[in-house]
């Protein structure tokens, strides 16, 4: 019992820590963060001390397995790097709203004609017009003198269609001979055409919110700040949400960075420009020479540029945009190898990380891209190294003990993922987390490498979304090699269970059995990512409001471009099928009544009176259609997951393992 204790011990100090330091604490002050990382440090620090000298340097140099525990306590060794940079940025925290409320009163006190010009570009090359038209709608409606505000299309591929569509609307269609430089040479071309103090940035598929330029332009009171950079969110699943079934459930997968990352980021004055979603200073811009050409990611190289003449960017976590996730794997994946690529491409460019001038140290740190060349190698390390054992025997350290390994391991674990659940707490869980950057593992690995080796080369590629986007309906590639993976650790697992078969006689078997286990959980969820979902053109979004149908009052429960779901009494019936529809400053307009069903909501009591809920189609066009984009995507509603039902993501995950999914509400 002592000696259990004993084990136990260094576990049961990190769960007390947590416990009674952390979990009653809040996590927005920088103090309580700075004393948790501290924590999880010291045990991270303790357990590679004890990996060091108990586990690899006693190791005898008996050929490739002497080589193997070397070369995975090298990739430990990075991990540990990884996690230090994590725990020393997310150990500040800053929330920029208390100081836009406080400077916005007086920078809009002055006359109209005092506050600065402001350009919207909106970059575009392939998008169709169902993506196009929300954002050129929502970009024209800002809340913001008409006179100071230009919106410029700037169409890289050259659109008749397009143009007409821009003239109607009243914003301006600019186009250029070629396409060189991508997206940065599409906008510096817009920066020749426009004079605006100020340019704003949305991404073809983002719709600013209507107070977007009341809320970012007063942190440029302080002339030092060259961008103001906001969140993204989105109004519809992305890939991952939708393949395992957990639409309305599960955060998408940019939440961490965007609600969690970016404002401790912004603490440590590294905070970066993440394209869309953002607003620079002109002079600045002028100053690095328009948008920087030499990277596919332009936007981080922008501040990486400012930072180098002393701008900085600052990030405001405030959802003040809407934008389109990407909707299916390939668009997934074009978007993160760019991503990827782009980062591992600024260590090799004079205004980056290495070479630029006028960064501090702890800046040229932060913006290593750490992450990108780490997790991916650590990764597929974590799946492979039960497996070399199962079926080769190699031990992955001098293994002394169960009860050493236990007693070292278990509390980095524990503190790891108490921090993170803790730091993090709606958008984190650590199995299914896990299974997602297995997932993109296997074909993010190849990019990293091949980004290191040949930075420069690969073409900028659009995202593809919206209407002309060709959904995958299976990921075949990454798919093959979870499978194997989960075959040969599987099988290597019934081998070793099987003593007359294999029996490696030593303490380890047990480590190895657990870790196999878990890997083939993660695994196996990995593996439902592959397997794609029909996706929506239009997203509902959900409401609740009071509406009229054809004369008879009703309570709106979602709606979309497209359709609209209403709550009547139970048997409400119409005459026909075309009826008025009166929303809550709209004239009414008519709709097409295609089906009726009755049912309870929530738990039904003595005396509840049923409802129907009536199903509406209709196809609005021109100023109604401009009025329910404004209505539906500039400010009023949100698709966001405010916390993680663990119940529920484990029910959804069963069920989608089975070839079932959960019903997704209206």
């Known amino acids: 019992m ?6 136990l011990a260094p576990t049961l100090l990190v769960f007390a820590f947590f416990l009674l330091g952390p979990f009653s604490w809040s996590r927005y002050h920088s103090w309580t963060r700075t004393a948790t990382c501290i924590f999880v440090f010291a045990v991270a620090a303790r357990y590679l001390w004890w990996r060091l000298t108990e586990t690899v340097l006693p190791y005898p140099d ?76 929502g970009a024209l409606a800002l809340d913001y003198p008409k006179e100071k505000l230009k919106v410029y299309v700037l169409d890289d591929k050259r659109r008749d269609w397009l143009k007409a569509y821009c003239e109607q609307k009243g914003a301006i269609h600019v186009t250029r001979p070629d396409n060189s430089h991508a997206k940065a040479g599409n906008m510096n071309n817009g920066l020749k055409v426009s004079s605006g103090d100020f340019i704003a940035i949305f991404d073809a598929d983002f ?50 960075f965007f609600d969690e990352m970016a404002p401790s980021r912004d603490a440590w004055d590294v905070s970066f420009c993440c394209g869309s979603c953002s607003i620079a200073r002109r002079e600045a811009l002028d100053e690095i020479g328009g948008f920087p050409t030499e990277s596919i990611t332009e936007d981080l190289l922008t501040t990486l540029s400012m930072l180098n003449r002393g701008y900085k960017t600052r990030y405001l976590n405030e959802r003040l945009s809407m934008g389109l996730a990407a909707e299916t794997l390939t668009g997934y994946f074009v978007q993160r190898e760019r991503w990827c690529q782009g980062g591992i491409q600024t260590l090799y460019l004079h205004n980056g990380p290495l070479r630029g001038p006028g960064l501090s140290l702890f800046q040229r740190i932060m913006f290593l891209p750490m992450s990108w060349i780490v997790q991916y190698p650590v990764r597929l390390t974590i799946l492979l190294v039960p497996v070399v054992y199962l079926w080769f025997g190699a031990l992955p350290l001098y293994f002394t003990s169960v009860s050493e390994y236990l007693s070292h391991q278990i509390p980095l674990l524990a503190a790891y993922f108490m921090l993170m659940i803790w730091i993090t707490p709606t958008r984190y869980l650590p199995v299914v987390s896990s299974a997602i950057g297995t997932f993109a593992t296997f074909r993010m690995l190849p990019t990293v490498a091949s980004s290191i080796i040949h930075p420069f080369g690969k073409p900028f590629k659009v995202t593809p979304k919206g209407s002309g986007n060709e959904a995958n309906q299976f990921d075949k590639y990454s798919f093959a090699w979870i499978a194997a993976l989960l075959i040969i650790t599987a099988l290597g697992l019934l081998l070793n269970i099987m003593p007359e078969w294999i029996n490696r006689g030593d ?47 009703g309570q709106l429960v979602s709606l979309a471009l497209d359709k609209a779901v209403v709550a009547v009494p139970g048997g409400t019936t119409f005459d026909t099928k075309d009826i008025p529809l009166k929303l809550n400053g709209f004239e009414a307009f008519q ?50 997951v405010p916390e993680i039902d663990k119940t529920a993501v484990s029910v959804g995950l069963l069920l989608r393992a089975f070839g079932r999914t959960r019903s997704v509400r209206a």
């Not at 029909?534 to 509902?540: E, G, I, K, V």
């Open 2 to 7: 002592v000696q259990h204790l004993i084990v």
């Open 62 to 137: 008996d050929g490739a397995n002497f080589y193997w525990v070397w070369f995975l306590f090298v990739i430990e060794l990075l991990a540990f790097c990884e996690v230090v940079m994590f725990l020393i940025l997310m150990s500040r925290y800053v929330n920029r709203s208390a100081e836009v409320d406080a400077l916005a009163p007086a920078y809009f006190a002055k006359d109209p004609q005092d506050l600065p010009a402001v350009d919207v570009f909106i970059p575009t090359y392939n998008e169709p017009l169902d993506v196009l038209e929300r954002t050129i709608v």
């Open 207 to 256: 719709v600013p919110y209507r107070h977007f330029l009341r809320r970012t332009l007063p942190l440029f009171t302080d002339p030092v700040i060259g961008i103001v950079q906001t969140p993204q969110h989105f109004f519809n699943v992305d890939p991952v949400q939708s393949n395992l079934g957990l639409e309305n459930i599960w955060p998408d997968e940019q939440r961490l």
């Open 507 to 553: 303490e380890f078997s047990l480590v190895a059995a657990c870790w196999s286990g878990i890997n083939i959980v993660v695994l196996v969820i990995a593996s439902l990512i592959c397997f794609e979902k029909p996706r929506r053109l239009f997203h509902a979004f959900k409401v609740e409001e009071p509406v009229r149908i054809d004369g008879v009052s």
């Open 591 to 640: 709709v097409e009544h295609r089906q009726t069903t009755r049912r309870r909501r929530g738990i039904s009591r003595p005396g509840d009176k049923r409802k129907d809920y009536l199903h509406l189609h209709f196809e609005p066009g021109g100023s109604l259609r401009d009025q329910l984009i404004i209505k539906l995507y500039t400010g009023n509603y949100s698709q966001d």
